[in-house]
């Protein structure tokens, strides 16, 4: 009793010291303060003045910037405390800002936790007391039901505890949740989100002295008021579900079938969660639904469907499909081959002409000189003055030309 009370001073003097160097130090310093009230060590829920003080911190009407302070100023609270009490009014703080305060702190809330979870309290233990082991436990549990949470809106894109239900006509009729009216693509996408909800959800549930512990009980009937829209949401989904099954391809009904199982087996830890609640003093004012759970002679139905879907489904038209395209492409390929053989056979004589082009240019011009030269010979005696200068520079071009390795040719040429 001295250890509990010299604990409950100790957590009242920081609470004092943390408020005080918010005062001083902090340039949200409101906001600190609020934070800092809302989850101090007195084994109570938070104070509701305190609640509106961080829900309009983070309205819509503040930027983004202040709304992402709020959420780092309570993660920072969360994971430097080791006292359950902190921690659980902590959690306490950002549950009730999910279902309660304005959609920009989900929306920032999920920013937040693409960089750390900061909800998941996997290693977190107060071992002041055997009291303190028991709160702990629940206090990790209900940090994976937050979690969860959060996880299931990244997959439905809306929250199921702020949907409201809509109904098909006038009447007394119950509303239903929008999963009556979704695709099988859909339908099987965010049914096993929801189911993997209600898991996390019936773990919340109080072991030993955390059974009637008040602060963990005003959580759990958080917890419980959000039971049953999550309950409505997967049981309207798999009456949509068994409307679709008959039309769904095996690969489509087999994920069917494991929702179908899993909701029937989800259905009697539902009810065993219920049976425990109803015994505690919050839950006094709870109504309970009544869980009935999926006929299991439908499920051999399923089954029996799933084993004689190939057969009835046309699951190989498509594959064949793609083959017939194949088949008529490979004759076109074969076509093709013999065509750029002409192409080769015509690039020969696109090449004769090239040698046939430099030879006129090459001979021509040296013939005609030639022939000019032999009829200037054959004038030896002519007395003109030119023909001793032209016999002198042929002489002197012979003779150049011997001391060549063509000579042979060149004389040939002149002979």
């Given at each position: ?24 130090n ?45 959420i ?30 304005d ?14 979870r ?6 977190f ?46 009447g ?27 898991y ?26 959000e ?58 004012n ?55 053989d ?74």
């Amino acid at each position: 009793a001295s250890m509990q009370s010299w604990r409950k001073a100790y957590g009242a003097i920081k609470d004092t010291t943390t408020v005080s160097l918010a005062n001083i130090n902090s340039d949200f310093k409101d906001l600190d303060v609020a934070i800092v009230k809302a989850t101090n060590h007195v084994e109570c829920p938070p104070k509701e003045r305190h609640l509106r003080k961080i829900a309009a911190a983070t309205s819509i009407a503040r930027p983004r910037a202040d709304i992402a302070y709020c959420i780092h100023a309570l993660s920072r609270r969360l994971s430097k405390t080791r006292n359950w009490i902190v921690a659980l009014k902590t959690l306490v703080v950002v549950h009730r800002l999910l279902r309660e305060g304005d959609p920009t702190f989900r929306e920032e809330l999920l920013n937040f936790t693409q960089r750390g979870r900061i909800l998941q309290l996997s290693n977190f233990k107060d071992d002041s007391s055997p009291i303190a082991w028991d709160c702990s436990a629940w206090v990790r549990t209900y940090g994976q039901f937050l979690e969860e949470r959060l996880e299931c809106f990244r997959i439905l894109k809306y929250d199921v505890e702020a949907e409201r239900l809509s109904k098909q006509g006038q009447g007394p009729e119950k509303g239903h949740s929008r999963t009556r009216d979704l695709d099988s693509q859909d339908l099987l996408e965010q049914l096993p989100a929801l189911q993997q909800l209600l898991y996390r959800l019936v773990g919340c549930r109080p072991e030993g002295a955390a059974n009637n512990n008040y602060l963990v009980q005003y959580a759990l009937a958080l917890v419980l008021k959000e039971s049953f829209k999550i309950y409505c949401a997967i049981n309207d989904g798999i009456i949509n579900l068994v409307d679709k099954f008959f039309e769904m391809a095996r690969h489509e009904a087999l994920k069917a079938l494991e929702i179908y199982r899993r909701a029937g087996q989800q259905a009697g830890n539902l009810s065993d969660f219920y049976e425990n609640c109803r015994g505690l003093e919050l839950a006094r004012n709870f109504q309970f639904p009544t869980l009935r759970e999926p006929p299991q002679t439908f499920l051999v139905t399923m089954e029996e469907y799933v084993r004689d879907a190939p057969r009835m489904v046309p699951v190989r038209e498509p594959l064949e499909f793609p083959e017939r395209l194949l088949l008529t492409y490979k004759p076109e390929e074969s076509e093709e081959v013999p065509e750029p053989d002409p192409v080769e056979e015509e690039r020969p004589p696109v090449e004769e002409p090239v040698p046939v082009q430099p030879i006129p240019e090459v001979v021509s011009p040296p013939t005609k000189p030639v022939v000019a030269d032999t009829g200037d010979l054959l004038g030896l005696n002519d007395p003109s003055p030119g023909v001793s200068a032209i016999e002198e520079s042929n002489a002197l071009a012979l003779a150049i030309v011997t001391s060549g390795k063509n000579s042979g040719l060149i004389l040939s040429d002149f002979q």
